[in-house]
């Protein structure tokens, strides 16, 4: 259905403008229709509503012509100088944080989680919603912009959707991009939700297209759930709705390297970028050197198929070398963790879903931040109403001090907590340990830490 004519530009202004003057309610009954019914029921709602609506003055131009009115993509201007507590001693900036907020899974993928499974913590010693909030209010402050959350498979968690508009509030205080990995099971049941809360960017784990060899590597069903979320991503795309979809495919020799080039065939016709990962050494994974497909050999096996891949200029930060295939409307990427490491430029630090801070995914130090955080709390978990309390008494002893306006800054608490994570910071090492180190090297199963 042809909506608008004259030139791309041109049209696209005109329907965001009559698309804008419609209430919000009408707005907010389209999403949910499309929610239900897709593409083909937006089409011809689109173009009712335009009929019923005419545009209003003065008009402004929407944030990244986005047509979902609840998920803002303006850039705060007021982010705050960057922190020498989160600057190591290479001089490496660290402002992408990465939160798992779950150790269960509803998938037992072979690399990620040892077949006998992992011992889950006590509930009482994973971090609360109100503790991941406050701990991502004090990275931002420092200089984040970037919070990812993790797994497990973060989607499961009951709060996740409260919990991910709470995070997504620090926009106002200079975080920009929200983020999630997830393995798209149950994904496309969240997702407008989703959306509204600021979510800018999903990476999702997948494999194989080949629903048995799914069921192999992931001890579970579920391949026709994945590639729903994904063409749910894709819908909401088409529509306005700015999310950065990256698949993740782990490959491993003589169980799903023959699938590469179909792989690279999803970014044909969409705007997808598939990366290709390195298999890496976790505890129970049964990691060998064997198994590992490295990236030259993956590159090699892609060109004698596509001829004509050029390599992409990488962003600063960037993990993933980056390449495209002419005409492609997608692109491919390759981690190379194994082979080439990238530690000159990481600028992440990963929070676990039991509180313990990691500098490095590699590495096997970690420092505690909940037992800093519960302090206040009698080492107890910090629930809304104890966190509501908590700062009504630092206000109060605020307020109490002479000049004092009531203004929070930062509490004892927070200045611990910032001395303890600038001290990890700074003792990150130039670069992880090599393949061999690596293999023997005690650390927690993927699960554990957060992909």
Not at 42 to 49: E, N, P, S, W, Y
Not at 210 to 235: C, H, N, Y
Not at 363 to 376: H, P, Q, T
């Amino acid at each position: 259905m042809e909506l608008a004519r004259g030139s791309p530009s041109t049209s696209f202004m005109a329907l965001s403008r009559k698309l804008y003057a419609i209430p919000q309610a009408q707005r907010h009954a389209f999403r949910d229709g499309l929610h239900r019914r897709g593409i083909a029921f937006a089409a011809a709602t689109v173009q009712t509503l335009i009929n019923d609506y005419p545009p209003q003055e003065p008009f402004q131009r929407p944030p990244a012509h986005n047509i979902f009115p609840s998920a803002p993509r303006k850039e705060p201007h007021n982010a705050k100088p960057f922190s020498a507590f989160l600057t190591d001693t290479f001089s490496r900036q660290h402002n992408y944080l990465r939160i798992s907020i779950t150790e269960r899974c509803n998938l037992r993928c072979v690399y990620c989680m040892p077949e006998e499974g992992v011992p889950l913590s006590p509930p009482s010693h994973l971090l609360t919603t109100p503790e991941i909030t406050h701990l991502s209010s004090l990275f931002v402050s420092q200089g984040v912009t970037k919070i990812r959350l993790t797994g497990g498979e973060p989607t499961i968690r009951r709060d996740i959707l409260p919990m991910m508009h709470s995070i997504g509030n620090l926009r106002r205080n200079g975080l920009k991009e929200l983020c999630l990995t997830t393995n798209g099971i149950t994904l496309h049941r969240k997702l407008d939700s989703m959306v509204e809360a600021g979510l800018t960017g999903v990476n999702l784990s997948l494999d194989t297209l080949d629903p048995f060899q799914f069921q192999i590597m992931t001890r579970r069903k579920g391949l026709e759930a994945v590639m729903k979320s994904i063409d749910r991503i894709l819908e909401m795309n088409k529509l306005g709705g700015g999310i950065k979809l990256k698949i993740n495919c782990v490959v491993m020799k003589g169980v799903n390297e023959r699938e590469i080039l179909q792989f690279v065939e999803m970014g044909r016709e969409q705007e997808i970028e598939v990366r290709f990962i390195e298999y890496m050494p976790f505890d129970g994974n049964k990691w060998s050197k064997g198994k590992m497909m490295g990236y030259e050999e993956m590159l090699g096996a892609i060109r004698e198929k596509y001829p004509g891949l050029r390599k992409v200029r990488d962003g600063k930060n960037e993990t993933s070398k980056t390449f495209e295939v002419p005409g492609f409307r997608g692109r491919i990427g390759f981690i190379t963790s194994m082979t080439e490491n990238f530690c000159g430029s990481c600028n992440r630090l990963r929070i676990t879903s039991d509180g313990n801070l990691k500098v490095c995914l590699f590495g096997n130090a970690e420092v505690s931040l909940r037992d800093i955080l519960r302090k206040e709390n009698g080492g107890e978990p910090i629930d809304e109403e104890a966190w509501e309390a908590m700062k009504k008494v630092e206000m109060d002893r605020r307020q109490a001090l002479p000049g004092g306006t009531g203004s929070l800054g930062y509490s004892k608490c927070e200045r611990e907590l910032l001395e303890v994570i600038g001290l990890a910071v700074s003792k990150k090492k130039e670069k992880h340990a090599g393949m061999g180190e690596l293999e023997n090297m005690k650390n927690r199963p993927m699960i554990l830490i957060g992909g």
